[in-house]
């Protein structure tokens, strides 16, 4: 299972190497939403929400959704600039069909808004999936999603000033304290890039990034099947000492490839008793599986949602959860007549770095 971004006659210069504060912003919010995915940045996390003042708390509980399970893509900019106002300046110039399907994939789940696809702005069955999805993901998210459909202006203008007071609440201080080792990691890429050439600039952003051996596609270890092009415009790589375990590679239709990489990676883990790892391996060893882990890491999902999201009958996802459940790497809440199901952290962390870190990249 990989994502590959085909970079066929692609200059070595358009691999971009640059630092963007809207993405660390981006990555630090997710921190704030997902401590259990960084347990080195917990404290970090509890000592933000600590000193939040409680309406900017409340706003960012709002709109976790554009940052959560996964990002929106205009959160993660493939031509970075040098503040944060600059780059929400360019967010604002999106269209709102643009930006209203960006920030519905988020909200309504991985794959739930397809480029080319009606406009939920203007067509109504469109709009009706999009909010029926919204629906079975919380009350929350179903909040969100009719006021973006109803007035994306007023929703677009509300997040960039709830992004805009996390720069005075903690992320001015933040930025201050990491640009420094991101700059670091910059010069140390490019000048890989230039004396050695883009396969050992790739190695050195993640074990999980390799050229093919025709260079002329990157191949991305993720546990899904996909692919996008970087033409044109190229493909951008942006550090983040917030992010860790996360691989995040920005690669849906009509956006300029990005891939966001951590800077630094965490010591090891202390070993994990043989047949703990065993009896749950046992419970992975099928492709569907996994698949399902991979949607379960980045938010709760029904049934229905991993069915539709895999092409599966619920019956069958339901089958499949019941041995992951039984294995203890799954939990389930009732919300109203959905029923949550959400990977167990903890659990899965006993598993190892390796598998951990292949499952939530």
């Not at 600039?81 to 519905?104: G, I, K, M, N």
């Not at 909200?107 to 696809?117: I, L, M």
């Not at 399902?292 to 999201?309: C, D, K, Q």
């Amino acid at each position: 299972m990989t994502l590959r971004i085909d970079i066929t006659g692609l200059p070595a210069e358009r691999l971009r190497f640059a630092a963007s504060p809207l993405a660390e912003l981006t990555a630090m919010l997710h921190v704030l939403a997902e401590p259990g995915h960084h347990p080195r940045l917990a404290p970090w996390a509890g000592d933000v929400w600590a000193g939040l003042p409680p309406e900017l708390a409340e706003r960012l509980r709002e709109a976790e959704f554009l940052w959560r399970s996964s990002r929106a893509d205009f959160l993660v900019p493939a031509r970075p600039r040098q503040t944060l106002a600059e780059e929400l300046d360019d967010v604002d110039r999106l269209d709102d069909e643009t930006y209203v399907s960006s920030a519905l994939t988020t909200t309504c789940g991985s794959n739930r808004v397809r480029f080319g696809a009606p406009s939920p702005l203007a067509d109504a069955t469109a709009r009706e999936r999009a909010l029926e999805l919204a629906q079975a993901r919380g009350a929350l998210q179903e909040a969100f999603a009719e006021r973006l459909l109803t007035d994306p202006a007023a929703v677009r203008a509300r997040v960039r000033q709830t992004l805009e007071q996390c720069a005075e609440a903690f992320f001015d201080d933040a930025w201050s304290g990491v640009a420094g080792l991101l700059t670091t990691d910059l010069r140390q890429k490019n000048d890989l890039r230039q004396r050695q050439g883009i396969r050992a600039a790739l190695a050195s952003v993640s074990g999980a990034l390799t050229l093919a051996p025709e260079g002329d596609c990157i191949v991305v270890d993720k546990l899904q099947d996909n692919a996008t092009a970087a033409h044109g415009n190229g493909i951008t790589f942006i550090p983040t000492s917030f992010g860790h375990p996360h691989l995040v590679v920005i690669h849906a239709a009509g956006w300029q490839p990005v891939v966001q990489y951590p800077v630094a990676e965490p010591g090891p883990l202390e070993p994990v008793p043989m047949d703990t790892v065993t009896r749950r391996l046992e419970a992975l060893a099928h492709p569907v599986r996994l698949r399902l882990l991979r949607t379960l890491a980045r938010g709760p999902h029904t049934t229905g949602e991993l069915a539709h999201a895999w092409k599966l009958s619920p019956p069958e996802v339901s089958r499949h959860l019941a041995v992951l459940r039984r294995a203890g790497l799954l939990t389930s809440r009732r919300r109203g007549r959905y029923v949550h199901y959400t990977l167990n952290l903890p659990e899965m962390t006993t598993l190892g770095t390796d598998l951990l870190a292949a499952v939530l990249r």
